[in-house]
């Protein structure tokens, strides 16, 4: 939708000699009315104020800033309002990141606004004109480590394996030519390996590489790998810099001063000039899908750049995304494969054990007994462990054992978690924090006590069974600093600290040879979560933590905790066969009408009252079901109460439209106050 930008109301100066129209995106930080604005570019602009250019437009009765997208001759003539100042002598956003705001905005029914106040640091978007263009005052570990003066690092041979996976990208980046690659390979197998040769391979021949990886804690090594390899040459972008270290990164990375940008989510709208070659580790990471406006999924991003600059894009994972495997062998991608470990290291034996049994015989620790002789055995011998459990606090809820009532939060509809080390109750949505009720709020019992099991109450309790063993913790409560991440991975790996308790933070990316005993105390955490992807997320999250044993000379067990042996995830995680686990999940999703077989878009409304909320829900359902019609293919499914049917103090429902051609209902899905739209949710 576009339309001048007029206003009756103020009095129009003398116009200045027209040189043209275009159409602006203004950054007001709100959700417009409009997708563009069209500005009149006075005489003494023209040069400046072209495609990508950033301007100062006059929007109501303030001026506003704003990006040029497109020029608009077609609305020569019209009344328009003139642009006010170009603030940049050279366009902030080249034809190629425009062309790929635009396409997430479609794909994703998304303000073209929003998009690109997500592709551009903060610190970017709000620099004046003239203005001092200073460092950060302090730097990050992250950007120490790329900075750092290292002796450039001699690769090594690769296996047969590794250069016919290699194969592909090579072929690709001599003929500047888009092809998209699927590398699936085990734990340990040297993955990052052929992403430096890759690399390497672009950097001669004058082009610039992205490197995605999905959390800031496989940052540490990663960085310094890629540091070593391309000494001086790396950039870092993650949501753990501050605001100045983004806007720093991203100005030298534009300037053409740095060709490798490693980095989370954001990396992939680095401004690299002379692209080369994107990668992505750990293409299976649910933390590559955006959860806020714009929803983008950043693999399908780095696709779209790929194919938008020509340039190849590898994908890589021991357990990819049974789409992206499907579309692998139905000619979406090329497939290859790394099969065995470096060296020819075998994969750690997996021993599962039966907590139902533990129960029966009278053992109620989180250590089931076989993983507490295995502990005792694995220091005495000078090994490290990892115990991996993906919930974190004391107690995941507190509840009165007089009246049955749990402690809930006032403005979610989930339980409180509870912190022993601070002696409070925490909710992981809105934040909201309370001391730990002494009587029961219901009923006035003091009968007040924490039930089930996290990270904090784990630690607590393998340092009473342990008390000589050195513990560390990594977890979103001990990782609040942003050095965080490095300083507990450089404390493991310097041995100052025997045994990692753990969350997902601990289950990809550590490639530590003296891990001798990974310990997975509850695999059950993720398998019964209300999702259809919660067996792939389970298998994948068992095999990748699984992966951080045995990569060094010394034999490694695996001890996996599950109350669901029997469950085809668990099974097929504890043999580490992906294509068998690949297998029966999709025939799961074919007989449900799950992705890859179908798309999937949902709409929520938030709402004060939840009477509300539904009524605007089942309005939704009967308008989108109407204008589609009965021979659409799509299916509108719902109205139903959110996962979290209260967040923040709002009511949400859902409604759900699935099919093949899911852009045929973009058009008619519900717009206006408190709604939100999630095209492909999920990871």
């Known amino acids: 939708m576009t339309g001048p930008a007029t206003d009756d109301a103020i009095e129009q100066p003398a116009a200045e000699t027209v040189a043209g129209y275009v159409a602006v995106v203004p950054d007001t930080g709100a959700i417009l009315p409009q997708d563009h604005y069209t500005y009149a570019v006075p005489e003494h602009l023209a040069t400046l104020a072209v495609r990508g250019a950033r301007v100062e437009v006059p929007f109501g009765r303030r001026e506003v800033l704003g990006y040029v997208v497109a020029s608009d001759s077609a609305l020569t003539g019209a009344e328009a309002r003139p642009i006010s100042t170009v603030l940049d002598e050279a366009p902030i956003l080249d034809d190629t990141a425009l062309d790929l705001a635009r396409w997430i905005a479609d794909r994703y029914c998304a303000p073209l606004g929003e998009v690109i106040r997500a592709m551009l640091p903060k610190g970017v978007r709000s620099a004046r004109p003239g203005g001092r263009k200073r460092g950060p005052r302090t730097t990050s570990r992250a950007v120490e480590a790329a900075r750092a003066d290292a002796v450039a690092e001699t690769p090594p041979a690769l296996t047969e394996a590794q250069r016919a996976a290699a194969a592909p990208l090579l072929t690709a980046i001599a003929a500047s030519e888009h092809r998209r690659v699927l590398l699936h390979g085990v734990t340990g197998a040297g993955k990052t390996e052929v992403y430096l040769v890759a690399i390497a391979a672009a950097l001669a021949v004058r082009r610039q590489a992205i490197v995605m990886v999905p959390e800031i804690a496989l940052t540490p090594q990663t960085i310094r790998r890629f540091a070593a390899r391309f000494p001086g040459r790396v950039a870092v972008l993650h949501s753990g810099l501050t605001e100045s270290e983004r806007a720093h990164e991203w100005r030298r990375i534009r300037a053409g001063e740095l060709d490798v940008v490693v980095g989370s989510r ?38 779209e750049r790929g194919r938008l600059a020509g340039v190849p894009v590898v994908l890589g994972s021991a357990t990819p995304r049974v789409e992206t495997y499907y579309r692998a062998h139905t000619g979406g991608f090329e497939l290859v494969t790394l099969n065995e470990r470096i060296s020819g290291r075998p994969l750690p034996p997996i021993e599962v054990v039966d907590l139902r049994e533990e129960l029966r015989a009278g053992n109620r620790s989180p250590l089931s007994l076989d993983l507490d002789k295995a502990l005792r055995e694995c220091h005495d011998a000078g090994g490290q462990s990892i115990l991996f459990l993906n919930r974190r606090g004391s107690a995941t809820v507190v509840v009165c054992r007089s009246c049955g009532e749990a402690i809930t939060c006032d403005s979610c509809s989930v339980s409180l978690v509870f912190h ?219 109205p139903t109460p959110a996962f979290l049917h209260r967040l923040r103090g709002e009511y949400r429902w859902q409604v759900t439209i699935r099919g093949e051609a899911i852009e045929r209902a973009f058009p008619h899905l519900p717009k206006g106050r408190g709604w939100s739209i999630d095209v492909d949710p999920g990871p």
Not at 521 to 537: I, M
């Open 266 to 303: 954001s990396a992939v709208f680095a401004p690299l000039p002379r692209l080369g070659v994107i990668v992505v580790d750990e293409e299976d990471a649910g933390a590559y899908k955006q959860d806020r406006i714009p929803r983008y999924h950043a693999v399908d991003v780095a696709l």
């Open 420 to 638: 022993a080390q601070r002696r409070r109750c925490d909710c992981h949505y809105c934040g909201a924090s309370r001391p730990m009720p002494d009587i029961c709020p219901s009923c006035g019992s003091t009968m007040i006590r924490g039930l089930g099991m996290g990270t904090e109450r784990l630690e607590a309790e393998v340092h009473e069974r342990f008390p000589t063993l050195r513990l560390l913790r990594m977890d979103r409560d001990t990782t609040v600093t942003r050095d965080a991440y490095f300083d507990i991975y450089d404390r493991f790996a310097r041995h100052e600290a025997d045994c990692l308790i753990g969350t997902q933070m601990v289950a990809k990316g550590w490639d530590l040879g003296n891990v001798r005993l990974v310990g997975i105390v509850n695999a059950d955490v993720s398998l019964h979560f209300p999702d259809y992807r919660s067996g792939e997320l389970t298998f994948s999250l068992l095999t990748q933590v699984a992966g951080r044993a045995g990569r060094g000379d010394e034999p490694a067990r695996v001890i996996l905790q599950t109350y669901s042996p029997q469950h085809y995830a668990v099974q097929h995680a504890t043999t580490h066969d992906y294509l068998a686990f690949a297998r029966e999940e999709i025939r799961v999703r074919k007989a449900l009408r799950f992705p890859p077989y179908t798309r999937m878009v949902v709409c929520t409304i938030s709402h004060r009252e939840d009477a509300r909320a539904e009524l605007d829900a089942r309005r939704a359902v009967a308008e989108v079901s109407d204008k589609l019609g009965a021979g659409s293919g799509l299916d509108v499914l719902g």
